[in-house]
């Protein structure tokens, strides 16, 4: 059973910082795409970047020069450097993989909170 698992999300301080991790687990052949979503209470999960296996990635303007995204092939890991975190950054993130175990599809985590607020 393929499993991703988030970690990192806290309460923190506008201004500062966060950086999130997701790890694949579970009996899979190779982890392609993998990317990071939020979503607000009330409001629809969104995108905030996505990287590919070469470690080409995207942002969403809301997040550029303010968040990373980067992973580890050999970890079957992605991260999410999170710097000058603002109130409406708050959100539960989750992380997101197209995973190829028998066939390749598409793998939610469980989702981790981050809450920024002085």
């Known amino acids: 059973q393929v499993q991703l698992v988030e970690s990192g999300g806290d309460l923190v301080q506008p201004g500062g910082s966060l950086r999130l991790s997701c790890a694949a687990s579970?009996?899979?052949?190779?982890?392609?795409?993998m990317a990071w979503y939020r979503q607000a209470p009330g409001k629809q999960r969104e995108l905030v970047a996505t990287?590919?296996?070469?470690?080409?990635?995207n942002y969403a303007d809301f997040v550029k020069g303010r968040f990373t995204i980067s992973r580890d092939n050999a970890k079957n890991t992605v991260y999410l450097q999170m710097n000058s975190l603002k109130p409406e950054d708050t959100a539960v993130y989750y992380c997101?993989?197209?995973?190829?175990?028998?066939?390749?599809?598409?793998?939610w985590g469980q989702g981790t909170q981050v809450t920024v607020s002085s």
């Open positions: 997101n993989a197209a995973i190829d175990s028998i066939r390749t599809r598409s793998y």
């Open positions: 990287i590919t296996r070469g470690d080409i990635t």
């Open positions: 579970g009996s899979f052949f190779r982890v392609y795409d």
